[in-house]
């Protein structure tokens, strides 16, 4: 164990505590010295250093007591909690969880669909986490649950703007999250789900349909069931959008996370065959700013292009010619029902696939690389990973792009999104 400085801190937790904390001003690095602790239900190494840093916020929880010491402790938010009857909640979750997958594999049956709803930080990708990971540490039975993120303000499978799915078999890592191997990705391009209902939901089915199809080859994932992560909005067409998913994707289980109003709704309005169930929020939970999210954005797209300190990638830059390429965008402008055209919907103009002329206004978007084949798979087809325009010479009818890829691009049809990123390294 190393020596303590000034700023640093050891802390002695009993049975159930958890260690908060908020990293604000240094780095901190965190070391299990004695007993099992974890967090967000990856279990910590004892006498390995977990460095987080500025930005970062979570907590070192214990189901058995642990000592742990804390560099620059004192720099920053830290402190126990004794009140932590949530995990305990959580904990009873997983168990019956447990159960439905059990009889889901003696039957040869589909396992546990669950989705996590309830507003804006109350720990609904926290719980997800929590869940998987529990999931997969299970002694000798091997589960492969299915993660879903309909979280397209976040994002964590691929970028911002995207929902998608990621079968976990193994637990995250503190430094890098869940392994992000083969995961089915598909482009909404927006950040909230209000900028096109039709196209979002329209993304959810498609998803839905690939997932379906990998379940059934896999009698362990179909075993294993799915986690689903939701967005925090919940109000209005929040809510409409809501219902709909949970239909969609045929959930059978939904926890509401902190808010009675929404389980009431919920409970009202599904069928009587999914199990709507209340739960509290962690005291741990910590409300983001809008400049907080903005910038955990900006983060997760850096990190997509140039990977972890731990795990760094080295992405390429080169030109495209405007004429190797087609840009499309998708959604056009709904005209008024009076110049709607004779069986054509509203939804026809939100879904309707547009070919983009390159222009200066790429600058900075990122454009979505599409498996599909031609204009009319764009819509349905998932993706291949994303590029982000760093230049547009209209003199030499080029844009530049980073990329993960060396030249050329894997495919020809680029989809348009509004997630912008300024490349600085
Ligand atoms: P959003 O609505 O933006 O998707 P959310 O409901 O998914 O938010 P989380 O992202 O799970 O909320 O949690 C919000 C923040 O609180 C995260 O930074 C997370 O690391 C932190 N957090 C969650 N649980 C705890 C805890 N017990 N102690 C300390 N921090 C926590």
């Given amino acids: 164990m190393a020596t303590l400085g000034p700023d640093d801190e050891s802390f002695e937790l009993k049975q159930d505590q ?8 240094a780095p901190i690095e965190i070391e299990v010295t004695s007993g099992l602790a974890e967090i967000f239900g990856v279990e910590l190494v004892k006498s ?12 070192v929880f214990t189901w058995q007591g642990c000592a742990i010491t804390m560099k620059n402790a004192r720099k920053n938010m830290t402190y126990v909690s004794k009140d932590t009857t949530p995990m305990n909640y959580y904990m009873n979750v997983h168990i019956i969880l447990e159960k439905q997958r059990d009889e889901a594999e003696n039957d040869s049956k589909r396992g546990p669909i669950t989705m996590i709803v309830g507003p804006q930080d109350v720990g609904k990708s926290t719980l997800c986490h929590i869940l998987l990971n529990y999931a997969v540490r299970m002694p000798g039975l091997n589960r492969k649950p299915i993660f879903i993120d309909l979280d397209v303000g976040q994002g964590e499978i691929s970028v911002p703007g995207t929902i998608g799915a990621l079968v976990i078999e193994r637990p995250a890592t503190i430094e890098d999250g869940f392994s992000q191997l083969a995961p089915i990705v598909y482009n909404f391009g927006h950040l909230t789900p209000t900028a096109n209902m039709d196209l979002y939901q329209h993304c959810v089915e498609r998803l839905w349909k690939s997932v379906d199809e990998r379940m059934n080859k896999d009698a362990k994932t179909n075993a294993s069931g799915m986690i689903i992560n939701t ?17 969609r994707l045929r959930v059978d289980n939904i926890l509401v996370l902190d808010q009675e109003r929404l389980y009431q709704e919920l409970k009202r309005d599904l069928p ?30 850096k990190e997509y292009f140039y990977g972890s300190r731990l795990k760094p990638f080295n992405p390429h830059s080169f030109d495209v010619k405007f004429g190797e390429v087609q840009i499309y965008k998708i959604g056009a402008p709904v005209l008024p029902d ?22 200066p206004s790429l600058l900075h978007h990122l454009l979505a690389m599409s498996f599909a084949t031609t204009e009319q798979e764009i819509i349905d087809t998932n993706i291949i990973g994303f590029v982000c325009v760093t230049n547009v010479d209209m ?5 530049s792009v980073l990329c993960l890829q060396a030249r050329p691009l894997p495919c020809t049809k680029l989809i348009l999104t509004d997630i912008q990123y300024m490349d600085s390294n």
């Fill in 18 to 25: 958890e260690l908060r904390f908020e990293v604000e001003n």
């Fill in 48 to 59: 390995k250093k977990y460095l987080f840093p500025i930005g970062a916020k979570g907590a």
């Fill in 231 to 247: 967005c925090g909005w919940i109000k209005g067409d929040g809510f409409k959008c809501l219902l709909a998913c949970a239909k």
């Fill in 272 to 301: 009587k065959t999914t199990d709507v169930v209340l739960l509290h929020k962690s005291g741990g939970v910590v409300d983001r700013t809008r400049q907080y999210r903005s910038e955990a954005r900006d983060k997760r797209i």
């Fill in 338 to 359: 009076s110049c709607m055209p004779l069986g054509v919907t509203a939804t026809d103009f939100l879904t309707k696939v547009v070919l983009v002329q390159p222009g």
């Fill in 395 to 399: 003199q030499r009818q080029t844009i």
